[in-house]
T-cell receptor, first 113, second 113 residues
């Protein structure tokens, strides 16, 4: 099992460009999450998908959109990148049924110039 | 939103020493999780706690779910160089939707050989 995989690992964008971060999990988990991590900060939730077909905003959703493509895949899209979106992005997944244990991918390091 | 206060922010210890860190909240949490993050990697789940007073070990790591349900503690015994990293606490607030977690800002651990 690969667990949670993310692509790309690194990305540099110019202000105004768009891109999609991909995430997939092979643990048959129902819930998936996107976080951003900035220096000195904890992990902040951008969007999450409690189950296939549903998505909800987290703490910092502005400037992002998400798609739960199927049970395995959850993508994060930046329509018009801004320097404030320079960050490390992590995808995570968890099973349902009362377990709050989230398992994280290796991250995507994004720089917006 | 809910906040977790994690302390200390950083610590330098000699190899072989024991380490203690904690996480507190003003609200009641029904789950506490402890993660470790190595540089350039995603957080890895170390220990999950689900009951007040619960004490759980994972090798040299021991974590406790505080009786008040507003705090949690992580101890590392006989530290070794590979313990270096950032340790995050995370909790599920009783009033939070779905399976959302709140994260502390982390404790950065440095081990001096």
């Amino acid at each position: 099992n690969a667990g949670v995989t993310q692509t790309p690992k690194f990305q540099v964008l110019k202000t105004g460009q768009s891109m999609t971060l991909q995430c997939a999990q092979d643990m048959n988990h129902n819930s998936m999450y996107w976080y951003r991590q900035d220096p000195g900060m904890g992990l902040r939730l951008i969007y999450y998908s409690a189950s296939e077909g549903t998505t909800d905003k987290g703490e910092v959703p502005n400037g992002y959109n998400v798609s739960r493509l199927n049970k395995r895949e959850f993508s994060l899209r930046l329509e018009s990148a801004a320097p404030s979106q320079t960050s490390v992005y992590f995808c995570a997944s968890s099973s349902s049924g009362g377990s709050y244990e989230q398992y994280f991918g290796p991250g995507t390091r994004l720089t917006v110039t | 939103g809910q906040q977790l206060n994690q302390s200390p922010q950083s610590m330098f210890i000699q190899e072989g020493e024991d380490v203690s860190m904690n996480c507190t909240s003003s609200s009641i949490f029904n789950t506490w999780l402890w993660y470790k993050q190595d540089p350039g990697e995603g957080p890895v789940l170390l220990i999950a706690l689900y009951k007040a007073g619960e004490l759980t070990s994972n090798g040299r790591l021991t974590a406790q779910f505080g009786i008040t349900r507003k705090d949690s503690f992580l101890n590392i015994s006989a530290s070794i160089p590979s313990d270096v990293g950032i340790y995050f606490c995370a909790g599920h607030f009783s009033g939070a939707g779905s399976y959302q977690l709140t994260f502390g800002k982390g404790t950065k651990l440095s081990v001096i050989p």
